[in-house]
C-alpha cells in the first residue's frame, strides 16, 4: 500500500522540477512510511511513498523493465499476481523483484492497457512509456483505492489525494459548484466531481492515456445486473460462500502481519471465521465501543463472543474522543468534506489495529451486493402501503408522523424517522422516491440554502438507472449505491482512514468476481419480503453460530447525534455563525439558523445536515484559507 503522484508537462519541451515532486510526496508520507522515491525525466515526474507490504528487501518503486524505458508507480494490492507473473515468465519476461508491482509492469509491455483484464485487485497506478511517450493512468474497477488528477492545455497533475496535487500552487483553489450541489445531496462530492473546481476523480473501471500531449479516457469494466441463469437458491447460497473464501484467500497474501476488524456483526464475524479456518491460526481481531451511555454504539460484548469462539488475537479499545480536536485531522486526511461520522470510528479502529498489523480486512460492500440497507425495504413496503385505506394513507399518517419529535439519540425515534421518510416519498416514481429516501438537502432545501447560482441537482439515479442492465428496481438501486455511495464514500473513507494510521485495508466482499456475481443474483433472493441480505444470511448460518445470525444490524457508527447536541454545540455554533456563513457567501444564513434552531429543539432531526456543513466549513478553512 502505497501514494503515488505525479506531474506530466504535455509540451515535451518543458521540464519538471524535481523539488516539487519530493514536496508531492512529502505531504503524503502518512501513506507510506517506509520509503519513498522519484522518477524525474525531462517533462514527467513520478513520486511515491511506500508502505511495505510484499517483498520488503526490493520492491522500492518506481520500478523499472529491463533495459529502464519503462517505469512505474503503484498504491494497491494484486492478489493474482503470482500467476500472472508465471505466465510472463513463460512469454520471456524477466523479473528483478518478487513484487505485484513488477508484474503490473511486465503485463503492460505485454498487453497495452488490456493488463488491466488480468488483474485482480484493488490499485491506482501510473506507467511511463518513453519508448512512446505515453503515459499510462489507470483505477482499479470497483474504486477501492483512489485517484485524483487536474488537467489544463499545459499539464497534467495527479495522485492518490488531493493535498499533492495542490502542492503545485499555481493551481488555483475554488470550490466546485457541481461538488458542492453533490455534497449537499448525499453528503459526498459524486464522481467525476471533487470539492475543488478542476480537480477530477479518475472514475472507478477507467484508464487515461497521454500520448504525445493528447488525453484520452476509457473504460475498460463495468458489472451488469439482472443477467442470471435461473439456478436454485441453494447454489446461489453455496457459490456466494465458496466466492468469499477465495476473495479471503487472495487477501490474507501478505509479508507482514495482518488482521481483521470485528464487529460481532453477520459480516466482519463471517470474515474472521473464514480467515480462521484457511490460515488454522488465531486471526488478529480489533473492536471498539464507545464509553458512557452509548450502548447502541457498544459492540465490545458481541465482538467478544466471536473472538472467544474463534480464539482470535482479541483487541479491544472503550473511547470517548475528544471530536472538537479530531475532525479538523480527519477532515485534512480526508482531502473533501464527509457528512458520515464513522471516520471516526474508522481511524480509531486503524489506529489500534497499527500498532500490531500492517494490513486490516474490513467487512465493506455488504450491504451493497446483497441488499443490507432499510432504504431498501421501500419497493417492498410500497406493495403494502397501497393497500392502506387512502384518508389514512394521504391525510392522516402523514399528519401524525409530521409532528413527532426528532432525536437520533432516541432508538425509537431514530425508527419512526425512517417510516416518516418513507410516507413523504410514497406517492413519488419509484427512482424519485429512492433518491428522497438518500438525500440530505432536497432540491428545494439546497436551493433555499444555496446563494450560488452554478447548481446540480440530486439526480444520480438518472445516470446510473439506465446503465445497470437491469428493468428491476432493486437491481438498479443496487448499480446506483456500488457506483455512488460505496465508492465516493464509504471506500473512499476507508481508504483515507486507513491511510491516516499508515494501515492498508483490504475489502473482500468487493472481489470483482465476486462482485459480478452478486450481479446476478436475482433480488427476490436478496431482499425477501422484509429480510433483507436474505441470500447471504442463509450463507452464513453454515459457517456462524445462531446468535450473531439473530443479532440486529447497527452499522459501524457512533454516537454521533450526542456528540452534535453535547460536544459539538459550542463549536457547530462558532463555526456556523452568521457572521462566518456570510462572509463565505456560499449560504444563505436564515436557513442555517433555522436548522440548528429547530434541531437543538428537537423539532426535526438535522443531524447529517449539521455535520454536512460542519465539515464543510472546516475543509473550508484548512484547504482553501490555508
Not at 350 to 367: F, H, M, N, Q
Not at 534 to 545: D, G, T
Amino acid at each position: 500500500m502505497c501514494g503515488i503522484t505525479g506531474f506530466h508537462y504535455l509540451n515535451s519541451s518543458k521540464h519538471v522540477d524535481p523539488d516539487l515532486i519530493q514536496k508531492m510526496c512529502d505531504v503524503i508520507t502518512h501513506r507510506g512510511p517506509d520509503e519513498e522515491g522519484q522518477h524525474v525525466e525531462g517533462h514527467i515526474g513520478l513520486g511515491m511513498r511506500r508502505l511495505s507490504i510484499i517483498d520488503l528487501s526490493t520492491g522500492k518503486q518506481p520500478i523499472y523493465n529491463e533495459d529502464g524505458s519503462v517505469c512505474i508507480v503503484f498504491n494497491g494490492e494484486i492478489y493474482n499476481f503470482k500467476e500472472l507473473r508465471d505466465l510472463l515468465k513463460s512469454k520471456g519476461h524477466v523479473f528483478k523483484t518478487k513484487t505485484d508491482t513488477e508484474t503490473i509492469l511486465h503485463g503492460y509491455e505485454e498487453f497495452g492497457p488490456d493488463v488491466l483484464q488480468h488483474l485482480n485487485g484493488m490499485f491506482g497506478l501510473a506507467i511511463w512509456d518513453s519508448n512512446n511517450n505515453t503515459l499510462f493512468i489507470a483505477r482499479d474497477r470497483i474504486g477501492i483505492k483512489p485517484l485524483y488528477y487536474y488537467l489544463d492545455e499545459e499539464k497534467l497533475v495527479f495522485g492518490s489525494e488531493i493535498k499533492s496535487i495542490i502542492v503545485d500552487r499555481t493551481i488555483q483553489r475554488d470550490v466546485d459548484a457541481g461538488g458542492l450541489g453533490y455534497f449537499l445531496a448525499y453528503g459526498y462530492a459524486a464522481a467525476p466531481h471533487t470539492m475543488f473546481r478542476n480537480i477530477k476523480k479518475l472514475e472507478p473501471a477507467h484508464f487515461m492515456l497521454v500520448k504525445n500531449g493528447k488525453v484520452s479516457f476509457h473504460k475498460y469494466w463495468d458489472v451488469q445486473f439482472g443477467q442470471g441463469d435461473g439456478k436454485p437458491f441453494q447454489q446461489y447460497k453455496q457459490q456466494l460462500l465458496e466466492l468469499l473464501r477465495t476473495s479471503i484467500e487472495r487477501r490474507l497474501v501478505s509479508d507482514v502481519p495482518l488482521g481483521a476488524f470485528l464487529s460481532g456483526g453477520m459480516d466482519s464475524s463471517g470474515i474472521v471465521t473464514l480467515m480462521s479456518e484457511i490460515t488454522h491460526a488465531p486471526v488478529s481481531t480489533y473492536s471498539i465501543g464507545f464509553g458512557g451511555k452509548d450502548i447502541f454504539h457498544n459492540e465490545l460484548d458481541d465482538a467478544r463472543v466471536m473472538a472467544d469462539k474463534l480464539q482470535t488475537d482479541h483487541h479491544e479499545i472503550l473511547v470517548e474522543p475528544d471530536v472538537v480536536d479530531l475532525l479538523p485531522k480527519l477532515i485534512w486526511h480526508m482531502d473533501e468534506p464527509v457528512a458520515d461520522s464513522s471516520i471516526i470510528v474508522s481511524y480509531l479502529v486503524s489506529k489500534l489495529a497499527r500498532e500490531t498489523v500492517t494490513v486490516i480486512l474490513s467487512g465493506v460492500g455488504g450491504d451493497e451486493l446483497f441488499g443490507g440497507y432499510k432504504r431498501y425495504l421501500g419497493y417492498t413496503l410500497n406493495r403494502y402501503y397501497g393497500k392502506v385505506p387512502g384518508i389514512l394513507r394521504k391525510d392522516i399518517l402523514p399528519a401524525i408522523f409530521e409532528k413527532l419529535p426528532a432525536d437520533r439519540n432516541s432508538s425509537v425515534m431514530n425508527f419512526l424517522r425512517l417510516g416518516k421518510s418513507f410516507i413523504e416519498s410514497s406517492r413519488l416514481s419509484p427512482e424519485d422516491q429512492y433518491n428522497k429516501m438518500i438525500v440530505l438537502f432536497d432540491d428545494k432545501f439546497r436551493n433555499d440554502l444555496l446563494q450560488l447560482t452554478d447548481r446540480v441537482s440530486s439526480d444520480l439515479n438518472r445516470r446510473y438507472f439506465p446503465e445497470s442492465g437491469s428493468e428491476d428496481y432493486l437491481d438498479r438501486i443496487l448499480y446506483m449505491d456500488m457506483k455512488t455511495q460505496l465508492v465516493d464514500q464509504l471506500l473512499l473513507l476507508t481508504d483515507k482512514m486507513t491511510m491516516a494510521a499508515s494501515i492498508e485495508g483490504r475489502v473482500p466482499f468487493l472481489d470483482h468476481e465476486l462482485v459480478e456475481f452478486a450481479a446476478t443474483i436475482p433480488p427476490k433472493y436478496k431482499v425477501h419480503g422484509f429480510d433483507l441480505r436474505h441470500v447471504q444470511k442463509e450463507a452464513m448460518r453454515e459457517i456462524l453460530p445462531p446468535a450473531i445470525m439473530k443479532k440486529k444490524k447497527r452499522g459501524f457508527g457512533c454516537p454521533i447525534g450526542r456528540w452534535v447536541k453535547d460536544d459539538l454545540n459550542e463549536y457547530i455554533h462558532d463555526l456556523l455563525s452568521e457572521e462566518t456563513v456570510k462572509r463565505r457567501g456560499y449560504f444563505n444564513f436564515p436557513v442555517i439558523g433555522k436548522v440548528l434552531e429547530d434541531h437543538y429543539a428537537n423539532r426535526a432531526d438535522y443531524t447529517d445536515q449539521i455535520l454536512a456543513l460542519l465539515t464543510f466549513e472546516i475543509w473550508h478553512q484548512q484547504y482553501l484559507d490555508d
